[in-house]
């Protein structure tokens, strides 16, 4: 038995060898991580824009400056054109600024008389015109290898013309679901029976992290089938999430097929309530979960430990779950030795602990936002006192 | 010109009359907001449970306790048992507790001697089982109507049998592109073009939050395109947004063809920085955000006004942006009157103001994880000061 930080020390430290990458379309790439760095190709804007509807003008030597109006810019317009010294051209936001343009003078403070523009005062210099690479330049550093696509950095990439992206492929998941107790069919329970549950949640919250499942296998609680059950992914994902059957009982074959199967163990329990006995091996570059039954266990030991392992195994340079600090609307007591993760829900900069704390129970992750997290050798923490919180959902 | 307390107040109350509702498998439910409450429809466990691998005891007369050990009992047996005073059955975890039992003996805690079970001295009643209905109680109100549904909260109905729940319907959203100068194709830009981003960041946006895009459609800078793709747009979603094309400039056509599609404007243009031209409007119960043609415009009035608006048209009891109070670790000056939306990076209780504020920016966003609110009449702000800051992706 470990503790929690020597448990994620462990699954931060190990070394998981060479990953594959793969090109994917830019659009597909929300969640991705990013294999290579990206540089930017071009400037952008990549000619000078005017950022007002107004009039583009080159000096005017008159005074008041009056300027002849000799065109009419529109945005997207690809027409070449020149100012001359005192002439203006009416331009509109997005349009690309002529040459010999000193300023954009807007609409509001422009008068025309007799077809002639006439302004009061001399414009800035350069006033109302976006610079060619004054969003992003030429050379620049994009993105690192290791960041994670989201929504608008595949719009920054788009807005530079990337239409393909190399990224890191994305591991292979199965999850495999033990318990003879458990129905996953329609029809009603007899006395001994429960529906199962667990499949359907661990694949949504994969799925909300933007990890696809890729098989789920229910499998009876005997040693031939699990063991069959664990062989054949073992060869086909690169990540397996067992359910349930890691606990002490001699109903319990996971463990032992996992030792036939030469599955090596990093860790098993851990000091931890809910959750403890959580199991953690590989085999060449295949992983092992092994979660306890009990769905809050389950989902705790999926956010705490298997949600960041995803992320390391795709070399997402930020892989642990966000966190922040909070104070505490309740009191905690911790006489289980163990380390705690409660289901908290956020007010601002306090948590509330919730009810239904126990691990059997799904419910107070359903109200939760936070996993508050208190240490082993912490016992008694009055209302105020600072948390931990994890981020979930 | 309103203020944003105002516009948020606009879509806070607009009457949004009768909203579908459609029943849909459970196991589809992610970000579906609940039509209808749930109750509880059965005991959780419905039968008394085994939390340990151990030993299920009826009382016995002898000192040391002495037990004829009768039977075994694995999780998802569904055969009868009784015990009589005296007798004990080997129990596994998830088991039924067979009748007659007055607690679970921890396998830890027991020895077997000529195959019969000893224990030290007399357990707790009831210790290690689980009751009936202590997870989840028959007749108890589960969720709420207007509840957005999460993974474990379709764990938690999957637990109970259900398969199939009552909510909402999504909304039907288009997106419309406007704008001569964006090109979307796959080609070397000419001067005065630049690559279309808006839309995929929008949709990337809209689908992390749980609402699929209906259609995307780019159209010309002309009246009767316009107008057209409008109008048809206005018949088919619930909600369009639109990008770009609502400034003053003549090129700019949304807002003509709006007038003209009689579109009651509920506000046009908000004291606020960036997303200052901002429209929202309705017609019958569709309804019409267009949004300026900006990136970092665009996705700033895409959070703080079109995800609310989009969980209020579903009905989900909760449709504000999450939100919390951070200390900023920059120095914040505002002349400009409106209120700022700033990208920033929440740093556990501290905000940075992150570089990358420009309108036309995205990259800013890319890396942020927080909009920091400064209201309008706020002016200066030194590093320390406790500012408010929507949470985003």
Known sequence: MIGVEEARKILKNLDLKCTKTQKIPLEDGLGFTLAKEIFC????????QSIMDGFAVNESPKTPLTFEIIDEIQAGST???KLKEGQAAHIYTGAPVPDGTKAIVMQEHATIVNKKLIIQKSPKPRQHIRA??????????LFHAGSEMNASSIGVLKSIGVTNIEVYTKPIVNIVVTGD??????????????????????????EKNNIEVNKIVFVKDNFESTLDVLSQSLKTANLTLVSGGI??????????????LKVKTFFYKVRQKPGKPLFFGGRDKRYIFALPGNPGSALTCLYIYTLPFLKRMQ????????????ELLDDVHNKSGRALFLKGKRKNLQVRILEHQSSSKLMGFALADVLVFIPEYVIDLAVGSSVKCYMIH
Do not use: C, H, M
Not at 132 to 141: E, M, T
């Open 132 to 141: 060619i690479g004054s969003d992003l330049k030429k050379g620049q550093l």
């Open 315 to 326: 070399k997402n340079s930020v892989f642990e779950l966000p966190s922040i600090q909070l």
């Open 79 to 81: 027409r070449s054109l």
């Open 41 to 48: 190709s071009f400037n952008l804007p990549p000619f000078e």
């Open 181 to 206: 107790e458990l129905v996953t069919e329609e029809r009603p329970l007899k006395k001994g029976e429960i529906y199962e549950s667990n499949a359907i949640v661990l694949k949504s919250v994969l």
């Open 247 to 260: 606990s002490v009982g001699a109903y319990d074959y996971v463990y032992e097929s996992l030792k036939q």
